[in-house]
């Protein structure tokens, strides 16, 4: 572990806490020349570094988190590097990987396991004959099938038109 005064512990952890990372407001004990030397040190290290926005520094003293401004006038603010937070030895915190999505499974004796139930059948079927059965009206019936069927469920649909049925929708084998 790299070796540190008591100051550049506080502000490294104190940066650490932040969501933005950056290290100033400093404590208020550390003005002037401890302040500029503490820093000094902290970048000379690389366990700190400046940051260049790309937005002129206006004088907030109630944000207090601009270092100093380059010669365009824009503000300079320091942050704490990978490197600082090893020193102090805070891991940053990875991302969370988003849980793999839930394979759902319709309820049994529903309306939707019902429409799977036809769709699965040898022959298929016809939104008028899904209609009857579900009781649903021609949109809700297409709407199913789009919605809950394929885009929450991952079914395939195929439809094909058989002749003295009409348009006969049916669940593609994988």
Same mark, same amino acid.
């Given at each position: 572990m790299t070796k540190l005064s008591d100051a550049q512990l506080v502000i490294l952890s104190a940066a650490a806490q932040r969501d933005d990372r950056n290290v100033l407001p400093l404590p208020g004990s550390l003005r002037?020349?401890?302040?500029?030397?503490?820093?000094?040190?902290?970048?000379?290290?690389?366990?700190i570094a400046e940051t260049v926005t790309d937005q002129l520094a206006k004088a907030d003293p109630a944000l207090n988190r601009i270092w100093?401004?380059?010669e365009d006038g824009c503000a300079i603010l320091l942050h704490i590097t990978d490197a600082g937070l090893a *020193?102090? &030895?805070f891991e940053p915190q990875?991302?969370?990987?988003?849980?793999?999505?839930k394979t759902r499974k319709p309820r049994t004796g529903t309306k939707q396991a019902k429409l799977i139930e036809m769709l699965r059948a040898e022959g298929g079927a016809t939104i008028d004959e899904i209609v009857a *059965?579900? &009781?649903?009206?021609?949109?809700?019936?297409r709407g199913a099938m789009s919605g809950a069927l394929?885009?929450?469920?991952?079914?395939?649909?195929?439809s094909e038109k058989v002749e003295g049925r009409g348009r006969v929708y049916r669940i593609a084998s994988d």
């Open positions: 002037g020349g401890a302040a500029q030397k503490v820093i000094g040190a902290l970048l000379k290290r690389g366990l100093r401004n380059d *020193a102090i &030895g990875q991302p969370v990987p988003d849980p793999a999505p *059965a579900t &009781g649903w009206q021609s949109h809700t019936v394929k885009k929450k469920l991952g079914l395939t649909i195929a």
